[in-house]
């Protein structure tokens, strides 16, 4: 089993807030692989599925982001999860908008919601870090994130969420690798090598054949005294 936790805070308020792109993305699994119903449960809102042949309990904290882990730890332990059988879905400020990196491990680098979970269950759980950008000074971070995202990041939004949901199953039996190429592959898609080159106009032909001269003997002789 699979304890998929995704960060944000609870109420209408913060819904679109960048800070609440880890609910977003359980959201979007959810709906997508037909799981149940959310129900009130640890202190958060709890919905169970399965992706692929995984049983998977994907996890909304209701506490707020800095006590995030008291929900997380409530679950882990209810279901006897090691650590290591939780993942993270969190906004990311260090990676660029509509990056995403799979990490295990490791440090908060100051997050709060990710602050409580290592307070609560340790630091070796898996993170799927879901890039927001920075916003270029730090004081202005807070602001940042609990602000919604702009109506001009909605297309990368949705498919990185997308992506997600698509490499979800993946995701569930530790294929790393697999589950990036399905976010890739919203995120970035190849060319397609059946699309027609462009056309260009030919240029015409320089003629090899030498000039046809229809002049009579007199006029040639004339012309050489023009």
């Known amino acids: 089993m699979k304890l998929f936790v995704g960060l944000g805070n609870p109420g209408q308020k913060y819904a679109r807030n ?29 919905s169970e ?18 006590r995030s882990g008291q929900s997380v730890g409530e679950a882990m332990r209810f279901y006897k999860l090691d650590s290591t059988d939780v993942v993270v879905f969190h906004d990311e400020l260090d990676l660029a908008p509509c990056k995403v990196r799979v990490k295990a491990g490791g440090g908060h680098a100051g997050h709060n919601g990710l602050r409580s979970i290592h307070d609560h269950i340790g630091a070796a759980y898996d993170r799927v870090r879901l890039g927001i950008g920075h916003p ?58 059946k699309t027609p080159a462009p056309k260009t ?26």
């Open 49 to 66: 599925g399965r992706l692929g042949s995984e049983k998977v309990m994907l996890l909304k904290p209701q506490t707020f982001m800095n």
């Open 136 to 193: 270029g000074r730090k004081e202005m971070v807070s602001a940042y994130v609990l602000n919604d995202f702009a109506k001009s990041e909605a297309d990368w939004l949705d498919d990185v969420l997308r992506g997600i949901s698509d490499g979800a199953a993946y995701l569930a039996q530790d294929e790393g690798g697999k589950f990036m190429n399905a976010v890739a592959l919203r995120t970035a898609p190849p060319r397609s090598s």
């Open 18 to 46: 960048r800070h609440n792109i880890g609910f977003m993305a359980v959201d979007r699994i959810s709906e997508d692989h037909g799981f149940g119903p959310w129900k009130s449960k640890f202190q958060g809102e709890l």
């Open 201 to 226: 106009e030919a240029k015409p032909k320089a003629s090899t054949e030498p000039e046809v001269d229809n002049r009579s003997a007199m006029q040639k002789l004339l012309d050489k005294f023009k």
